[in-house]
């Protein structure tokens, strides 16, 4: 087992691959009282065309997501909520672009619903049956998210801006593609994806780290697996332009939602991906979060009463940098915006205090078992690893560097999404 | 954990001081009985304190002063509580540890600012500012239609004669013109003289140091306030449910109920209720979750939700639009069969240990600590032991007692109707 210390966080992680390719990542934590384990595939809504015993396999979208839901139904054991229902525990699940999560929460009981949980993912029941009566509940989910209009907004933000890219795709599917799975799609995904050696499982709680690591390997080697294998993703090359310029949606809303897009190609940068990252959640910062002139401004001019919700999309080949608000004045504030984008001016002050906010919230995400837990997930699957030293890197960060990447963005190469009221 | 109480005259002051935490949280609540006129001036009031103070006289630079305090967060809530209505100004900051010396102490004192040092000019708020802020109040009422799930509650609510809990939380559209500058200040002065106050802190704190602060700074002369009954008076048992219905352009519809309450003993309020509403429809594995969602496909999320101190308990779920009868079928007969007795012990165990996880997990958390101690001021509610004791002593019996003093009463269904216009 390997001790992964964060510097200047007074925390530790502990680490260790087992002999069927399963990572495991431990976080102790003697003043919780809850636990938070999570066990993921890197298997996310991404992932449509991919070789299969030498086959290449087109899947349906939204099967990652179906998946999900299935992997809960089985044959030999106890319905998995009603289990961890037992010692109050809760369980969950939730499907993102690049992967699928389980998860239990509970002060009780940690290694036997730990076990529990490895046991559950990877021993499911496919039906026929059970398949079909999911469609109804899948549908469901897909009509509550048509009538959120952020949520159509940000599903129109990818697919108007990504051509090939998956990220273009919703996670959950459409109706038409959810009616398309069948039992042996799901088994194909399932084989492909769910071996140990594309999973990890992340234990954050209360418990002893020696003797928990010894029941999750005297698990797995009570399991046979088949042999690991190389997995095939298709590769996609995208364009840099957008696909779609401008579109107005009209929706049941009082107020209209406008989303502002800018499209960045990562190679354009000779910088690590998670520096950059950070750089781009600075720049976009200083130039429209609400310490920022833009956002006084536009407050004062009464187009946005909220401050600009800056999200950073990052789909492996490009950077969406979206800046989005709810306002009927957006032909205004996408004016505003261009003109910002014109004329940049980041001094070194305004860079030393987004420091201090980047380094406050690392050391807040240790508050909370949970928020650990995810940090943990999301390091592995956009980084495939631990940064030890993320302190010393955002205290590294510098002008001259902050300003080489503002002068390689393309900031026309842009779009812009608007969700009207009808 | 043990939390301090002091009397400080005009204010009470609860220290919890805890190693669990790399911060340091301060809540300062302000309570009062609920008035339906005056919950647009309390939204108004904390939106307004946090804009901007005398000092820092826009909100970017009291944003940039934050920053600069390591990201300070601060956050405004309202929120009611049976009968009283709670304003609550909380704060969190980086433990000493974390930043340079005295980040404590200016952080309390920037808190007290924001508190005690309002843009004020000639006894009056900012006019030009207020507008920023009524707008900002406006847009919140207005999006609340985007919101399905909470409209269709506070739909089903808005039906109830003059009730705290049928009053709009998000505030009142025509009362917005009626307030101007100088009536805000006056409210806001009523509010420190007449609300009682109670201040929560959480963290590795200096006791006497934090006394210090507050003594010299939190400026409150009033010594007697008046006090209220939480307890909402209860509804009388519909001999007929009430039934509201509205049509919309939606592809879910929404559907509601509310259930009243009817002579419960105090240990059933705080214990009992629990439990019932947890089998009922608190999660995953309840009774409705699975015979409306799982054995049927009617609906993607269905859930019920006790408000012991209103004496009403909530019943919503998201369904497919033409499925409102098989689903109120559904959730007649699974109330009935709680009152006779339908379920098994085991049910009510894992309910029961989902009770348990909650209480317990809720200490991990700085604002779960708070809400723990703060029920013991408000409810007189127990220590988490003597809770946990008391939830299992619960029985079968028990719940089925409680069954019998849950009456429906009233049901709202957002209908969904595809309106194909666009």
Known sequence: MKAINLAHINETIYY????????????????????????????????????????????????????????????????????????????????????????????????????????????????????????????????????????????????????????????????????????????????????????????????????????????????????????????????????????????NTNISKCAYNIKVNINTFDIDKRKLNIYMYIIFGILFDDSSLFDQEAKDKQLITNSMYINILNCDTHLIISLINETNKYKELFQMIENKLKNINITLEDLERKKKVLISNEIFSFENIEIVNEMIIDSIIFDNHIEQNIIDIIKKLNIEELNSIVSKIDFDNKNTVIIEAK | ???????????????????????????????????????????????????????????????????????????????????????????????????????????????????????????????????????????????????????????????????????????????????????????????????????????????????????????????????????????EIAKKINKFRETDDVNQSQLTFLATLNGLTEFERKYTIMVYNELLGGSSNSILFNNVREENSYAYYINSDQKNYDNILLIYSGIEPGNSEEVTKLIKKALIDIEKGKITEEQVKSAKETIISAIKSTLDTPSGIINTYYAMILVNSADTETRIENINKITKEDIIKLANKIHLHSTYLLEGVKNESN
């Open chain 2, 1 to 235: 954990m043990t939390c301090e109480h002091i009397n400080m005259g005009a204010y009470n002051l609860h220290i919890i001081n805890t190693n669990a935490f790399k911060t340091i949280t301060i809540d300062i609540n302000f309570r009062r009985q609920v008035v339906k006129e005056e919950i647009t001036k309390r939204l108004l009031l904390k939106n307004i304190l946090l804009d901007s103070t005398k000092r820092y006289p826009n909100e970017r630079e009291l944003i940039i002063e934050s920053e600069k305090l390591y990201d300070l967060k601060l956050i405004s809530s309202t929120t009611r509580m049976g009968n009283y209505t709670n304003l609550s100004f909380k704060t969190r900051f980086l433990n000493d540890k974390y930043t340079q010396k005295d980040n404590t102490k200016k952080s309390i004192e920037f808190m007290m600012d924001i508190l005690f040092n309002p843009n004020v000019e000639n006894n009056s708020f900012d006019e030009k500012i207020l507008k920023k802020i009524k707008e900002k109040v406006a847009k919140n009422i207005k999006t609340l239609k985007d919101n399905k799930v909470k409209y269709a509650i506070f739909k089903l609510l808005e039906n109830i004669d003059n009730k705290p809990y049928s009053y709009n939380s998000y505030g009142y559209l025509e009362d917005l013109d009626k307030i101007d500058g100088k009536q805000l200040y006056n409210y806001y002065k009523d509010m420190l003289d007449n609300d009682i106050i109670d201040i929560f802190v959480v963290g590795e704190v200096d006791k006497i140091e934090i006394k210090e602060i507050l003594k010299n700074h939190f400026k409150t002369r009033v010594y007697h306030k008046p006090k209220t009954d939480i307890l909402v008076k209860e509804l």
């Open chain 1, 16 to 251: 260790e691959k087992l002999d069927n390719g399963l990572d495991v990542y431990l976080y102790p934590k003697k003043t919780a009282y809850n636990n938070y384990v999570t066990f993921t595939t890197k298997f996310g809504s991404i992932y449509n065309e991919f070789s299969y015993q030498d086959k290449t396999i087109k899947t349906p979208l939204g099967i990652a997501h179906f998946l999900e839901h299935k992997v809960f139904a089985q044959k030999n054991r106890e319905d998995p909520s009603q289990f961890f229902a037992k010692s109050g525990a809760l369980s969950n699940a939730y499907t993102t672009f690049k992967n699928t999560t389980y998860l239990f929460s509970g002060p009780k009981n940690i290694i036997e619903n730990t076990l529990y949980l490895l046991d559950f993912v990877q021993d499911p029941y496919f039906s026929d049956e059970n398949i079909e009566s999911e469609k109804g509940i899948i549908t469901q989910e897909i009509h509550m998210c048509d009538d959120r209009p952020t949520d159509v907004l940000y599903e129109h933000i990818r697919s108007n801006t990504l051509h090939n890219n998956h990220f273009k795709d919703s996670i959950i599917g459409d109706v038409e593609d959810i009616n398309s799975i069948n039992k042996k799609l799901l088994e194909t995904c399932y084989t492909t994806f769910y071996h140990p050696s594309n999973m990890f499982l992340v234990v954050a709680g209360n418990f002893d780290e020696n003797q928990i690591l010894e029941a999750i390997k005297n698990n797995q080697k009570s399991k046979k697996f088949a042999k690991e294998k190389k997995i095939e993703i298709k590769k996609v090359k995208e364009k840099n332009s957008v696909v779609k310029k401008e579109q107005i949606i009209k929706l």
